[in-house]
């Protein structure tokens, strides 16, 4: 296994990240400290970023000289302030638009009937991941009905527009919140919009990504610019350690069940605290990922050494960081946020949802609380009942949540030398992206899936949701390392409880919902 | 866009369960092609039909009684609209007749997505929702007031939403009077930052 090295500190090991293949190397360490690959990345820069220095340095219009300590978001926000509506909202400048073939062609068709012209294609991107099939050997047809339009439809109209298309058979396909970290097309101080919920995944790099419908896509391409009214500033301290068996999918699921999918409703949330600053970079974006479903506008992650180590030499991303206005990006010791969360991560547990909100998520071996009567019905559970040890029927590990390297491993680890469950119906692998299964494969990672009982896939949203093509069983029970337990979100009548991919991984073992520190790993590799 | 009435006067049709999802509002199997209508048959389906594919009406849920059958006001729980960013949701409701939806909150992209398309989303107490659905209500979007039943309650919105529903604005139109401003910001922020600014592609 491979670690990213500190170049100031030899003793700080950065966890591994799932490594562009079309990249160089920045310097890298084996476990032994001894130093293996150096590439055409600037240690030069990285050293510089080093330097405790928060100075406003930011010369760009809009930008305020630094009196008072500010915030994380006041620095990216105010430095985008383009100018100021005539009601009284702010015009936001926006880096990076992404969009996706489900709402793609829609917005550019209905941007080119109104005359109206992309501003800076070169800043637009767009993916195929909703709806595309997900199967071995796929094509531009879809097995929802109707489909493949969508994807033919934005492929014509990004080419008029000049947008670049990661399409199908693109070898960055995945999804957008996978590749663009791939690319490096997410950078520090970026404003970055899609017209998918879970844009906030990519604030893990210490940029304001959110997500946006398709008529403000068509403004943030035309103009380059959004009219927002600011939001308010949460920071959510995450303090201490997390327990062996607990990741970023448990810590958002008990800030959500702790204080509701409202809980961050007109916020902008800043992560913060040890637990955080522990987290690898794919354990950043899965917590910023469930930002959404906590009501925030969006969810950030000041960015740090990881950061920058994660991003240098991908595809988009600049060649050295030398410019001290990345260094600005922090939160000033003083800065005063709306409103402040904390939170012991240490006695946090594996988390599973119970009903169908994700505020309804509960520790796994915990019992069944009361809850509206509406969710009980639709799930099937009742108050009082122990959720662990419920029979499930399927088991799907994959989205925009958990479908990272690291996801996969730590999946991988439970599975390996065990077999699923004779009860389970249906058990998918589905990849983010096509470089994580490139990845996964070269690790062995498929063949582990497979002899276990899984489906390994190409990467796609896949059966996060419902598109109305491939479904699960009916009337089955879901264990599902995605984001949204919702009435019929996987298909008609379909219950799903959501959780890490370790606790999907024990429970199709199980074949009911499971505790993962129960599993042990048998094999070598993790 | 057209204007909002001024004022809006319909019966509100009480759909008070809370984290009410876009998934629900247009399940993505029901948004069937690239445009942007032909949405309203599928807005509510899981809820509006017995059986989806037959389209056989559920006779229990709201908007099939003969009272609501044109509503043009939703009274909703809390959390209306979470969950994806799909404005389809909104292009059905406002394909079906939705004019305003008042809420005791509503998801931030979808409250967004409202105000894009011409539909006033109006955040007010539980209380208060629970108490006028089902009754002749008054939207008054100048004077930021709902009134039903002899009572008048005010509500907050904030000047930029109310004046592109009041007056019909389209938000591109009115951001490129400004383009200026932002021709002078983008020549500085690429001197600043030029990393941000790539090649076509």
């Not at chain 1, 899609?194 to 959110?210: I, K, N, V, Y």
């Not at chain 1, 990272?404 to 991988?412: M, V």
């Not at chain 1, 390996?416 to 058990?427: L, T, Y």
């Not at chain 2, 599928?42 to 003969?66: K, S």
Request: proline content about 5%; glycine content about 10%.
């Amino acid at each position: 296994m491979l670690y990213w090295q500190c170049p100031r500190d030899p003793s700080l090991y950065l966890y591994e990240q799932s490594r562009n293949c079309d990249g160089p190397q920045i310097q890298a360490a084996t476990d032994e400290g001894k130093q293996v690959q150096r590439g055409g990345f600037a240690l030069a820069g990285l050293r510089e970023l080093m330097k405790e220095d928060t100075r406003q340095t930011d010369k760009r219009p809009g930008a305020q000289p630094q009196t008072l300590p500010q915030t994380l978001f006041a620095k990216i926000w105010d430095g985008h302030k383009v100018a100021q509506t005539t009601a009284g909202a702010d015009l936001i400048a926006i880096d990076r638009v992404f969009l996706h073939e489900r709402t793609g062609a829609s917005a550019l068709r209905n941007m080119a009937a109104t005359g109206r012209k992309v501003r800076d294609p070169g800043r637009v991107f767009a993916v195929t991941d909703h709806i595309v099939d997900t199967r071995p050997g796929r094509t531009d047809k879809t097995l929802m009905t109707g489909g493949q339009s969508f994807i033919t439809d934005t492929r014509a109209a990004c080419e008029e527009a000049g947008i670049r298309l990661f399409d199908v058979h693109d070898k960055m396909q995945g999804i957008t919140h996978v590749i663009s970290p791939e690319l490096g097309i997410i950078l520090p101080g970026l404003t970055l919009v899609a017209p998918d919920s879970h844009t906030c995944t990519q604030g893990a790099f210490g940029a304001l990504t959110w997500g946006i419908g398709s008529s403000e896509a068509e403004h943030a391409m035309v103009t380059g610019t959004l009219r927002l009214e600011r939001p308010k500033t949460m920071r959510v301290t995450f303090t201490g350690t997390l327990a062996p068996g607990v990741t970023a999918k448990d810590m958002a699921l008990h800030l959500i069940s702790e204080h509701s999918t409202g809980g961050g409703a007109g916020h902008a949330v800043e992560f913060a605290g040890e637990a955080v600053s522990a987290l690898d970079m794919e354990a950043r974006m899965t917590l910023c990922n469930m930002a959404i479903e906590f009501g925030a506008f969006g969810g950030f992650i000041a960015p740090d050494l990881k950061t920058f180590a994660y991003l240098g030499g991908r595809r988009y991303a600049p060649r050295e960081w030398s410019s001290p206005y990345w260094r600005t990006l922090k939160s000033d010791e003083d800065a005063v946020f709306d409103r402040e969360i904390t939170i012991d991560a240490s006695q946090i547990a594996p988390m599973v949802s119970w009903g169908t909100s994700p505020e309804q998520a509960i520790a796994v071996n915990a019992k069944v609380p009361a809850g509206p009567e509406r969710a009980h019905n639709y799930i099937g559970l009742e108050e009082g009942v122990q959720l662990a040890g419920t029979p499930i029927d399927v088991a799907f590990i994959g989205s925009c949540t958990n479908s990272r390297i690291s996801d996969l491993r730590r999946a991988a680890a439970i599975v390996e030398g065990r077999k699923i469950s004779p009860h389970i119906r249906k058990a998918l692998v589905v990849p983010g992206s096509m470089d994580v299964k490139r990845h996964a494969e070269r690790e062995g990672l498929d063949k582990i899936f497979e002899a276990a009982g899984f489906e390994w896939r190409m990467s796609g949203c896949s059966l996060c949701f419902y598109a109305g093509g491939e479904g699960f069983p009916e009337n089955s029970r879901t264990i599902s390392s995605t984001n949204r337990n919702f009435e019929g979100r996987q298909g008609p009548r379909i219950k799903t409880h959501i959780a890490s991919p370790e606790t999907v991984a024990a429970s199709a073992i199980a074949g009911a919902i499971a505790d993962p520190r129960d599993f042990a790993p048998k094999g070598g590799k993790t | 866009m057209t204007p909002f009435p001024q004022p809006l006067i319909a019966k509100a049709a009480p759909l008070m369960a809370d984290n009410v999802d876009t998934d629900l509002i247009i399940p993505s199997r029901e948004i069937k092609t690239t445009g942007r209508t032909g949405l309203a048959e599928g807005m509510f389906a899981p809820w509006r039909y017995a059986d989806p594919i037959t389209r056989a009406e559920n006779p229990d849920f709201i908007l099939n009684h003969a009272d609501y059958r044109q509503a043009q006001i939703l009274a909703v729980g809390a959390n209306f609209g979470c969950g994806s960013s799909r404005e389809h949701a909104v292009w059905a409701l406002a394909e079906f007749g939705i004019k305003a939806i008042i809420g005791e909150s509503f998801g931030s992209i979808f409250r967004g997505n409202c105000v894009r398309n011409g539909v006033l989303p109006i955040t007010l107490d539980r209380a208060i929702v629970e108490a006028l659905g089902g009754h002749d209500v008054t939207i008054d979007l100048a004077a930021q007031t709902v009134s039903f039943k002899g009572q008048s309650h005010a509500f907050a919105i904030d000047s930029e939403a109310k004046e592109m529903l009041a007056h019909g604005l389209d938000a591109i139109d009115l951001s490129l009077t400004q383009a200026d401003a932002i021709d002078a910001w983008t020549d500085a922020d690429r001197a600043a930052r030029p990393w941000v600014y790539l090649e076509q592609a």
